[in-house]
Nanobody, 116 residues
Framework: VQLQASGGGLVQAGGFLGLSCAASGSTFNINTIGWYRQAPGQERELVAS???????KYADSVKGRFAISRDNRVKKVLLQMNSLKPEDTAVYYC???????????WGQGTQVTVSS
């Protein structure tokens, strides 16, 4: 499974960005795709995830501002980020896991910078 993340950039506080994660390869066993982020000096945290059943989960820090969705036809997962804050600044990674297991598949990170 290969994951390709894209869509990061620089935005002012209160603005929005969309991230895209494209999956390829043997994806038939993949159940859940998530977006993680890691800010300098901080641990990587799970921001949002979506399962094959469409169930979504969000970190408390982004609830109501971020929305994750998936388009299985083109094997993409999107993360729409609204009302961005400087504390959302981080490298964002998409990751995938099978139904029972850890996130074993990772894409490269994409930088999101929110200026105040």
């Amino acid at each position: 499974v290969q994951l390709q993340a894209s869509g990061g950039g620089l935005v002012q506080a209160g603005g929005f960005l969309g991230l895209s994660c494209a999956a390829s390869g043997s994806t038939f066993n993949i159940n859940t795709i998530g977006w993680y982020r890691q800010a300098p000096g901080q641990e990587r945290e799970l921001v949002a995830s979506i399962g094959n059943d469409g169930i979504t989960k969000y970190a408390d820090s982004v609830k109501g501002r971020f929305a994750i969705s998936r388009d299985n036809r083109v094997k993409k997962v999107l993360l729409q980020m609204n009302s961005l804050k400087p504390e959302d600044t981080a490298v964002y990674y998409c990751a995938a896991r099978e139904r029972l297991g850890s996130y074993n598949y990772w894409g490269q990170g994409t930088q999101v910078t929110v200026s105040s």
